[in-house]
């Protein structure tokens, strides 16, 4: 594992250790966490942004269009019935 120093400023490093502290967590853990996140959205983004490069984004936004037009309100399933529609029991 990597160690690495990290100047923060003081306030920056209250608040962050403030939060840390909140979630119950390390100083460390919390800023592990955070950089973690921030790489994963970062892939993501990348991610669906190559495969949309491909795509006809007009077709697309009419299908997402036509999907949500048919969708109607109505009452959220339960956990158990998710679980038992995807083969759960």
Known sequence: MAR???RLSDALKRKAQGLAKRQGVSLNNFINATVAAAVAQ???LTWFGDRLKT???EALHRRVLDFMGQSRPGREPSTEEIDRAIGKR
């Open 4 to 6: 690495l120093t990290v």
């Open 42 to 44: 970062e892939e993501a």
């Open 55 to 57: 795509q006809d984004l």
